[in-house]
């Protein structure tokens, strides 16, 4: 079956050809006659560990596979610092400054860039519509999983989604390149869990999120690294 394209409304029938867990997360996340959105602008507030649990804002705008890019803000030892996560151009960046001035985190390059890509392709599930397009092909995960290969400039990376019988996600995971705890930079177990849920447009998204390394592992409590709550979700 051909991909739909994008701004075509929503039909059922188009997740028909998908595994089950996966028909069941896109029926339940899509309303017929909804348009196919590719973009979404994300806004959220929540917790992330930088050596402590910190409060932070930000604002995603998020194209999967093309690229996203996260501003936030946090406070640390009473000031302000404020930056960004991108991946863009088939590039990854992290650049923060506090007080609008002063370098906190500066990094780019392949490590970064591989990084932030497996980021992006763990992300896809806040586009739902993403999933039916060319860029992710599926298979069955066994019981209540599905496997997505999301291809990211040209390199599959395979999220495989757990799913509620109602249809809602219960949580992910992937081999995402990265260097927990400032070691070397390797494939580790990067997982997210999902609670809550709210509607925007049409379509229905995880509303709470703990994400971070190891996860399902006994390193989780060590390797989770933010949790957050998203308050609002314009599909574009």
Do not use: C, K
Request: proline content about 8%; glycine content about 12%.
């Amino acid at each position: 079956m051909a991909a739909p394209e994008f701004e075509t409304p929503f039909d059922p029938e188009m997740t028909r050809h998908l595994p089950e867990p996966a028909r069941r997360w896109l029926d339940h996340a899509i309303r017929p006659g909804t348009p196919l959105s590719p973009a979404a602008l994300l806004r959220m507030h929540g917790r992330i560990r930088l050596g402590s649990w910190r409060t932070f804002r930000a604002t995603q705008i998020l194209r999967p596979p093309h690229g996203f890019i996260w501003a936030a803000g946090v406070r640390v030892a009473g000031l302000p610092v404020r930056g960004f996560d991108r991946y863009s151009g088939g590039d990854g960046e992290m650049r923060w400054r506090m007080l609008g001035a002063l370098p906190v985190m500066s990094a780019t390059g392949p490590d970064i860039t591989r990084s932030a890509a497996g980021r992006l392709a763990s992300e896809f599930v806040f586009v739902p519509a993403v999933a039916l397009s060319p860029a992710v092909s599926w298979e069955p995960g066994g019981g209540d999983r599905a496997r997505a290969e999301l291809t990211v400039n040209g390199t599959a990376h395979s999220v495989v989604l757990t799913v509620s019988p109602e249809g809602s996600l219960i949580e992910l995971t992937l081999h995402r390149w990265g260097a927990p705890e400032g070691g070397s930079f390797d494939r580790h177990v990067f997982g997210a869990h999902f609670s809550g849920e709210a509607s925007y447009g049409g379509y229905t998204v995880p509303s709470a999120v703990r994400a971070g390394w190891w996860y399902g592992t006994e390193r989780w409590t060590r390797g989770e690294f933010i949790r957050f709550t998203l308050d609002h979700t314009e599909f574009l």
